[in-house]
């Protein structure tokens, strides 16, 4: 039975774009764009890729000051080549590059930090001699195949790869698949054959049934069921390191994404794309410390917050976990604030990170806080906790998505 009570407890995870494509500096997806051949990312890229500083234990260190609670690493990207030593083929970090296990590791390391840990896996393989070819526009489609043979020996591939990740590392807690393949590879039953190896992980939905988790990409957009969901992003415009790519988010970004994905009831799960060598991009280590300093003052509002039934405002984002309600205030209204959607009576109102109470009074289904200080005390967001009469509910519904701006 897979564990889900951790995913909705953690709500930030650690997504990590790392393989030969760091080398080249310029995103994952350049072997395709510029129609690389094989021969040459083989011996262009993926021999120097050697991985020579890289120190997992930074990464969770890292992942744990950023206030993370789990990992997901790009075991095999688009690429083909493989972070372990697979018997599948001869395209891996054993083999060529780092000439060793770069997954073992990390494993072990985030585990010892007390982290979940994740595996991405693609089970497209473009430099594959089975799979339809490295440089479509797009992704192949089901007629793109040369012959059903080199479809079930891909099949047989992709699906060994898989038994041998769930099969070498221990315990591990979910499985993020991507990429988009010609058409369905055996998926259900690829995936019934990963949860009988690992009865508690968690897999995307993005190889079929059955999964558990939902995915949205560089957007926040929560799924109309109830159903685990996680929206993934980028910290700069790239997964894979680009050394040229200097739009970094910063922390206040960052907060706004989380608090956003958390009055969501879903999770972030936010990139670092580490250089070939192993190291981290320190705009990416000054993003995410900072970031998570704000979350070492105001977590109680994040971890474990529960689907908000408040609408949007001008001001912030609202969370909320049991009977307390968050309202995670980015952007200053004065002295006073009113707030418009809370029909249950308010017990208290404090700032969280002092605890420091606050003047308020409900009128008429407006709930006025007064005597705030100006400008508010936290350059990224300052969280006052209402302590409310019973479950949140809201005085009206928003029945359409509608939000300005
Ligand atoms: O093609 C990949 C891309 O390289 C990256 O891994 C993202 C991360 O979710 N997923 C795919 C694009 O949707």
Same mark, same amino acid.
């Given at each position: ?11 930030? %995870?650690?997504?990590?774009?790392? %393989? ?34 890289? $120190? ?7 992942? +744990? $000051? ?36 770069? &997954?073992?590791?990390? +494993? ?5 930090? #007390?982290?979940?840990? #994740? ?10 001699? $089975? ?12 007629? $793109? ?22 099969? *070498?590392?221990?315990?591990? !807690?979910?499985?993020?698949?991507? #990429? ?32 558990? +988790?939902? +995915? ?21 415009? *790239?997964?894979?390191?680009?050394? #040229? ?17 958390? @009055?969501?009831?879903? *999770? ?11 190291? &981290?991009?320190?705009?990416? =280590? ?5 970031? %998570? ?31 307390? =309600? ?28 002092? %605890? ?7 009128? !008429?289904? @407006? ?17 006052? =906790? ?20």
């Amino acid at each position: 039975m897979s564990d889900t009570n951790w995913f909705n407890e953690a709500r930030y %995870g650690m997504f990590i774009h790392w %393989g030969v494509y760091s080398y080249a500096a310029r995103g994952e997806w350049f072997p395709n764009r510029e129609l690389v051949p094989f021969e040459e990312y083989k011996t262009r890229y993926a021999e120097n890729f050697k991985a020579e500083r890289y $120190d997992p234990k930074a990464w969770a260190k890292l992942a +744990v $000051d950023a206030g993370m609670k789990y990992a997901v690493l790009t075991t095999r990207h688009h690429d083909g080549f493989a972070l372990w030593p697979t018997q599948t083929s001869d395209f891996h970090a054993g083999n060529i590059g780092p000439m060793r296990d770069l &997954v073992g590791p990390y +494993v072990a390391a985030f585990r010892e930090a #007390g982290l979940k840990v #994740g595996f991405y896996f693609s089970p497209a393989s473009w430099f594959h001699p $089975d799979y339809p070819g490295p440089h479509f526009r797009d992704w192949p489609n089901e007629g $793109d195949w040369k012959d059903s043979g080199q479809r079930d020996r891909f099949i047989e591939h992709y699906k060994a790869q898989l038994i041998e990740l769930m099969s *070498n590392y221990g315990k591990i !807690d979910y499985l993020w698949y991507d #990429g988009c393949i010609p058409d369905d590879l055996q998926s259900r039953e690829v995936n019934e054959a990963v949860l009988a190896l690992q009865p508690e992980i968690l897999i995307n939905e993005r190889n079929g049934e059955p999964f558990h +988790v939902e +995915v949205c990409e560089q957007a926040i957009k929560p799924p109309a069921e109830d159903i685990l969901w996680e929206a993934c992003m980028t910290l700069n415009d *790239n997964w894979g390191y680009h050394a #040229g790519d200097h739009n970094w988010k910063q922390s206040h970004d960052v907060i706004q994404m989380l608090t956003d994905t958390a @009055r969501n009831g879903g *999770n972030l799960l936010l990139n670092i794309g580490p250089k070939s060598d192993g190291s &981290v991009p320190q705009e990416s =280590v000054d993003i995410l410390t900072a970031a %998570g300093d704000w979350l070492k003052r105001n977590g109680e509002a994040i971890y474990g917050a529960e689907k908000c039934p408040f609408s949007w405002n001008n001001w912030g984002k609202v969370t909320m976990k049991g009977s307390k =309600v968050y309202l995670n205030i980015f952007k200053c209204t004065g002295t006073e604030l009113c707030y418009g959607e809370i029909k249950n009576k308010v017990l208290s109102a404090k700032f969280l990170e002092s %605890g420091v109470s606050i003047d308020f009074e409900q009128k !008429d289904g @407006r709930l006025f806080l007064r005597d705030l200080p100006v400008p508010l005390k936290d350059p990224i967001a300052t969280t006052i =906790v209402l302590e409310l009469d019973g479950q949140p509910e809201a005085i009206r519904e928003q029945t359409s998505f509608w939000i300005p701006g």
